[in-house]
């Protein structure tokens, strides 16, 4: 199934092992410059080769991957670790899960504006204020 024999396009590439969900998609992202092959910035019709690595930035990250093999056409998501390898940090990895660690403080619908006693206390939590404050 994998062909080394016969490049793909880069904006193909990424929409084939299901970086992008359309083709049109992974070419406004090299058009837009999120799209860099080789640490060089590229082109839509940019061919790559077997060994290359795509580094694709997809807001909040930037997504690594090395080029292993060419697809026929889109792959199932189960068969895109034969075409391409991630090498995307774990530190950019845990940008994705920043979102669970944040405070969320929720206020009963119809409680009004928080009085001063709670503004303190939300501040206590948020980390800016002091616990003498409490």
């Given at each position: 199934?994998?062909?080394?024999?016969e490049p793909l396009r880069v904006d193909k590439w990424l929409w084939c092992i299901r970086?992008?969900?359309?083709?049109?998609?992974?070419?406004?992202?090299?058009?837009?410059?999120?799209v860099r092959v080789n640490e060089v910035e590229a082109k839509a019709s940019r061919e790559l080769k077997v060994g290359d690595?795509?580094?694709?930035?997809k807001s909040p990250i930037t997504c690594t991957y090395k080029v292993i093999g060419f697809p026929k056409s889109r792959v199932a998501a189960k068969l895109v670790a034969e075409f391409a390898d991630d090498q995307t940090p774990q530190a950019e990895r845990d940008k994705l899960h920043v979102?669970?660690?944040?405070?969320?403080?929720?206020?009963?619908?119809?409680?009004?504006?928080?009085?001063?006693?709670?503004?303190?206390?939300?501040?206590?939590?948020?980390?800016?204020?002091?616990?003498?404050?409490?």
């Open positions: 199934m994998v062909s080394s024999g970086a992008c969900k359309t083709r049109s998609e992974a070419a406004e992202a090299c058009r837009s410059g999120r690595t795509v580094s694709f930035r979102d669970r660690l944040t405070i969320f403080v929720q206020r009963e619908k119809g409680t009004g504006r928080p009085t001063k006693k709670d503004r303190r206390q939300l501040d206590f939590l948020m980390g800016k204020g002091s616990a003498s404050q409490r």
